[in-house]
């Protein structure tokens, strides 16, 4: 792995060009942001949308269903096991490309993640709390929980769910 100044522009065939006018071909592309959702060169025209700590639509916190399997999100989701779930993530998109794995198509991929935002928005879990993944199995880590307890405007995610302390 090789670190680069910021990439400039990546065309179809892999060759990338670097802002101080370098190029190479690559294969894959790790963008490290530093835990900032920030993906300034990714142009989707609106498909895939950053608002609010909120990346989306992505099915699973990983693919967005227009663009997937071509495009896919690792180390999305907040407050996990973050190696575990990059783990995890990273032989589902590779079992993905490699058609070892199917997606579900376009329509229920993006069924799902629209019938999720209704959840969250029926429960007053606020937008930028998307990719905490407890919320969706009812898990708070012991940090998540108190702040929870905490925020009367999410009293009511309380009411809802059967919570347990991990």
């Known amino acids: 792995?090789?670190?680069?100044?910021?990439?400039?522009?990546v065309s179809k065939d892999g060759t990338i060009t670097f802002q101080d006018g370098i190029t190479v071909d690559a294969d894959i592309i790790f963008h490290c942001t530093g835990y900032k959702l920030q993906y300034p060169?990714?142009?989707?025209?609106?498909?895939?949308?950053?608002?609010?700590?909120?990346?989306?639509?992505?099915?699973?916190?990983?693919?967005?269903p227009q663009l997937a399997p071509k495009l896919s999100f690792v180390s999305i989701p907040e407050q996990s096991f973050t190696f575990s779930i990059i783990e995890c993530q990273s032989r589902w998109i590779a079992h993905t490309l490699s058609k070892k794995v199917s997606l579900p198509s376009?329509?229920?991929?993006?069924?799902?993640v629209e019938k999720y935002y209704e959840e969250m928005k029926e429960k007053?879990?606020?937008?930028?709390l998307t990719h905490y993944i407890g919320f969706q199995i009812g898990c708070l880590l012991k940090l998540e929980w108190l702040w929870?307890?905490?925020?009367?405007?999410?009293?009511n995610i309380l009411s809802t769910v059967k919570w347990w302390v991990v």
């Open 41 to 64: 060169f990714l142009k989707t025209n609106g498909i895939v949308t950053i608002q609010d700590k909120r990346i989306g639509p992505l099915y699973k916190h990983v693919f967005p």
């Open 124 to 128: 007053g879990i606020p937008e930028h």
């Open 1 to 9: 792995m090789l670190g680069f100044p910021q990439i400039n522009y």
């Open 148 to 155: 929870t307890r905490s925020q009367k405007k999410c009293s």
């Open 106 to 112: 376009e329509e229920e991929m993006l069924g799902e």
